[in-house]
């Protein structure tokens, strides 16, 4: 009898929590995102309930209100090598922009880092659309879509070559001979392309995953080819279980068309939760938050994300929908968050003033008792709908300490999360084959 | 009374030591160069001997003949992020192309790893003068010396912009009012040069040094010119004490020239040590090395260096002064070595055979007792040729036991180097004021 299918779980640390009133609470100092030890201790936490990985969001500029909100981050390749040290078997997942990389330091960088975690790195891949990245890069504004696509697939194929240059058993390492490496297991990947050039072999031997994990969150129609090409795991945003089923199927039949096994390309819908022993403390949980933003600053939420102002929303009637333009023309902000911001208020024919009260940062949103966080967790796994979630708590610490202390068991107890770790790498804990270096001859 | 100066000691791990065949002396496995625990053993050891850093160089390209040395390196940002969680106090030294990396991700990537160390962390300047890292990033080959230098003058320039673009004071960080940052002490750069354009500001706070440490080795005028404008520490190739006192008047000379205060621009020659407990260890232990490559071997890597082949040569005559090009004609390896070595075997009238037990890497060879080692650091520390010393053992670990176990304590004795730390940032340890943000307004 083969084993129960298991469901992955990523923890998403978004600065202090994705609801962007958390540094607020005073959980923690207002300067502990600058700190690597408040990225460690949720870290453990996190590996305390065998969950697979930590995930960082990353964009090569500063973002937001800095005058209202805690701004910049630690760059996400050197803060979750400090993870790692402080770690033992957790997956860190680290994103960085192909649109303002080089394929040659990334994939080095992404190769140290699975050196030194033993085989524990992922890189989520991103192109950044904003115009404040691309103005630190010598660029007037980002470059059009599907250039920074087309950029990013070269990027991708690259990296993988490089990852690949060197085969596994290149090294022979026998200090009496002298003989350190087979050259003729070291290639020279020698690439040309539109947007690179890039010779090789890369200057480290091949990782301990073979090559780090590759992370896709795109959802246009761009970053869904990348991800279905290329990617091991997609993060996406999904708000209803329908939706997520046929996000999840178009994502499997898109990697068959592939030539890939559809069982090797992971779907991981993102989930923000608000977690109460009861309902009411969960809801009091999230109104506490709230309250720091009271009704305007709740407002002005939503207004923003439809470029309109506070003072022409009515917020007890629904979206002005003549007047927000389609998603593809917003300059700002993630295309696929809008969308599915919009679908719910849609859907739900939601005032202004209830939609602002569910958005947080643009996924799906659970307030509610870890009861019902395992119900929607198990109910979407077995429904086809997600091989595994992104789980993004409202604040830390307390946030990932409920979810592991009171998801996570009864998860277990369901018998779709694992017990304990049963290997050693991030590859492991996803179920992912390791990966033959393109180089290889059969045997 | 002020106290006595002491000097500063960087402990360079190049490898598995100076030698190139210390890997093969079986001290640690053939692979530990690819284990961040072998580099953080070493830093401990080194932490121990109350030493100012550890240092580690590096380039975007393999070198070197994969059949017969270990090759490849950890991106040292990334490795040396692991080293400062393990440790507490020493300072670490990392390698970073300006030819080949973007200024806006270098200064956060230092800026991060400054953060995360609390305020540990240097950048070693370098512009990479090799075709094969160029092969890596698009070009046919290394652009032009002048070219290169141009850019790395205005890479630190827009990198000290980014540094300086949070003033130390920004942040308010008050929860209850929920004001995170002062705007007005939040700079945007808004840089427009040459060879790059960022608008900035860097998206992390200032970190603990304000500054990252700006190291720089280049011995050429444009290596010169840059390192005395921007450096903190100047690491430098001096064979002769003569040769020493000379660099270092000229250096303070041209900070004076730049405005700065030469005290704050630290001149640390390199030394390669073979060190035993009587000279006839020291020696024999030489041997041992030197034996892995047998005659031939150690000629070749004269041969190599001089751009000849082995045939050509004569082991028992000087070398073939009129057959060697101009130092600035060679294409391959460290200019600054290269002279040094060909400065040496004339100066000593050295026969090829002679000179091929006196070079190692290329930075002046001590083989001896630790009386000895400590008699020339303290003689080139008080005649005025060196601020501090960056020391590469020929091998690891036993190189970096015997300078901690048998160097340093004699060091201390004679009152020049420090009987514990004094203070807690690398700046600290080397006698640097901490920088203000150049945007500071003065009160």
Same sequence: chains 1, 2.
């Avoid at 691309?134 to 980002?142: C, I, K, S, V």
């Avoid at 979810?403 to 304990?420: A, I, M, T």
Wanted: some cysteine.
């Amino acid at each position: 009898m083969s084993p129960k299918p298991q469901m992955s779980i990523g923890m998403n640390i978004l600065g202090f929590g994705s609801h962007s009133a958390a540094w607020r609470m005073g959980e923690v100092p207002a300067n502990a995102y600058l700190d690597a030890e408040y990225y460690c201790n949720i870290a453990r936490i996190s590996e305390r309930g065998t969950l697979d990985a930590i995930f960082l969001a990353d964009g090569p500029a500063l973002g937001g209100d800095v005058a209202q909100h805690p701004a910049g981050r630690l760059e996400p390749t050197v803060l979750l090598t400090a993870v790692a040290l402080a770690t033992q078997r957790i997956g860190v997942i680290a994103t960085a922009s192909t649109t303002y990389n080089d394929p040659f330091n990334l994939a080095r960088r992404f190769s140290s880092l699975d050196h030194i975690s033993g085989g524990r790195a992922a890189w989520n891949v991103v192109t950044n659309a904003g115009d404040a990245a691309a103005q630190n890069f010598g660029l007037a504004g980002a470059p059009l879509h599907v250039d920074r696509y087309a950029r990013a697939d070269e990027f991708i194929d690259i990296t993988l070559k490089l990852w690949d240059s060197w085969e596994d058993d290149a090294i022979i390492g026998d200090a009496v001979s002298g003989r350190f490496a087979d050259p003729a297991k070291v290639h020279t990947p020698d690439f040309v392309g539109k947007h690179f050039s890039v010779k090789g072999p890369l200057n480290l031997p091949r990782s301990p995953q073979g090559r780090t994990v590759l992370v896709q969150a795109g959802s246009s129609e761009g970053g869904k080819a990348l991800g279905s090409r290329y990617a091991d795991a997609i993060f996406t945003t999904q708000t209803t279980l329908e939706d997520g089923q046929g996000f999840y199927q178009e994502m499997k039949h898109r990697a068959r068309q592939w030539g890939r096994n559809p069982a090797h390309l992971k779907i991981m819908p993102g989930l923000s939760t608000v977690i109460g022993s009861t309902e009411a403390e969960a809801h009091a949980r999230f109104d506490r938050l709230n309250d720091f933003y009271g009704e305007e600053g709740l407002l002005y939420q939503v207004a923003a994300r439809v470029g309109l102002s506070v003072a022409e929303l009515d917020p007890d009637a629904p979206l002005p929908w003549d007047r927000i333009g389609p998603v593809a023309s917003f300059e700002r902000g993630s295309h696929g968050f809008l969308e599915a911001q919009l679908n719910l208020a849609r859907r739900e024919n939601l005032s202004i003033r209830q939609l602002s009260r569910r958005i947080l940062v643009g996924h799906r949103l659970l307030v509610g008792t870890p009861e019902q966080v395992a119900d929607t967790l198990e109910h979407w796994f077995l429904a086809g709908a997600a091989d595994g979630f992104n789980i993004m708590p409202d604040m830390f610490p307390s946030g990932v300490e409920i979810f592991v202390d009171e998801v996570v068991p009864l998860l277990r107890q369901r018998g779709v999360f694992r017990h304990e770790y049963t290997g050693h790498t991030l590859r492991d804990h996803l179920g992912l084959p390791y990966p033959a270096s393109q180089y290889a001859r059969s045997a």
